[in-house]
């Protein structure tokens, strides 16, 4: 069955830095494009950046533009988010995404990062 699991989050001071990492199984992950996306406490959960299947585009929200980078590595079937110049309002669970064939939505249990001194 498809599984998403993340890691690498936690707590970390103002301007700091976090990797997470997104490990893939149950599907073909080279054949899809994957995203991140988080929600903070009392908010709607929001799409942070997007990568494609072979990892040539990606998209970020304008709020990390410059400060995060999608990546991902097909032969390991992980994927990743680079978070550098974290700010407070970057504090959220992460999640995973991935929508494969006819359309099903596939999630991560999530890992959350508190960016606080």
């Known amino acids: 069955q498809v599984q998403l699991v993340e890691s690498g989050g936690g707590l970390v001071q103002p301007g700091g830095s976090l990797r997470l990492s997104c490990a893939a199984s149950g599907f073909t992950f080279s054949n899809y494009a994957m995203s991140w996306y988080r929600q903070a406490p009392g908010k709607e959960r929001e799409l942070v950046a997007v990568i494609t299947s072979a990892g040539g585009n990606t998209n970020y929200v304008d709020s990390v533009k410059g400060r995060f980078a999608i990546s991902r590595d097909n032969a390991k079937n992980m994927l990743y988010l680079q978070m550098n110049s974290l700010k407070p309002e970057d504090s959220a669970v992460y999640y995973c995404?991935?929508?494969?064939?006819?359309?099903?939505?596939?999630w991560g249990q999530g890992t959350q990062v508190t960016v606080s001194s």
């Open positions: 995404r991935a929508v494969l064939a006819g359309g099903f939505v596939y």
